[in-house]
């Protein structure tokens, strides 16, 4: 409780900054810039009424509410479930996969494949924009990360090693992706 109020105050005491140093008080635009790195995006308070093209920003205290502390640790902080781990691995059915915190349409089935490497894997985005692409230098290594496209979840990493004709294989976290049975 205590530590409640005193994030509150926190949070009150930032606004007043902002607005007594002259930023417009626009505070979907503050909060969303905070969540996606400078981004411009909406705050949504909940996913009623919200377009799929929309973006979606919350507080890491608004995505620990609704995903596990798994999911949380991987699409929120960018971390890597073990290979051959993830439930999505070996999966072979017929549907979508949707981005576990605001359900995006990111790949379809008919792009999976077996790549060997412990981790879904896909040949292509499901439509234009369904993800985003951002430059990883972290961990010693130049990689490009694949973020959802609506609300920047992480959600694994691209390579040029996949099969023709894209020759690309986007290696996803199992625990990004939430699934969406289709015939
Ligand atoms: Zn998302």
Known sequence: MI????????????????????????????KGEANAGGEKSHLIKDGKGLKM??????SDEEWKK????????VARKKGTEP????????????????????????FGSETKYDSGS?????????SQGA????????????????LCGRCDAHLGHVFDDGPPPLGK????NSLSLKFDKRD
Request: with cysteine.
């Open 83 to 106: 290979p051959f781990s993830g439930k999505y691995n070996n999966f072979k059915e017929k549907g979508v996969f949707l981005c576990v915190c605001c359900g995006n349409e990111l």
């Open 131 to 146: 993800v985003r692409l951002h430059a990883d230098n972290s961990h010693g290594m130049v990689r490009v990360e694949v």
């Open 118 to 126: 412990g981790w879904p894997s896909f040949m292509d985005e499901l």
């Open 3 to 30: 530590k409640k109020a005193f994030k509150l105050v926190a949070v009150l005491f930032l606004m007043q900054l902002f607005i007594s140093a002259g930023f417009a008080p626009n505070y979907s635009n503050c």
């Open 169 to 172: 294989r986007f290696c996803i």
């Open 66 to 73: 609704v995903l596990t502390a798994e999911q949380f640790e």
């Open 53 to 58: 093209d929309e973006k979606v920003a919350k």
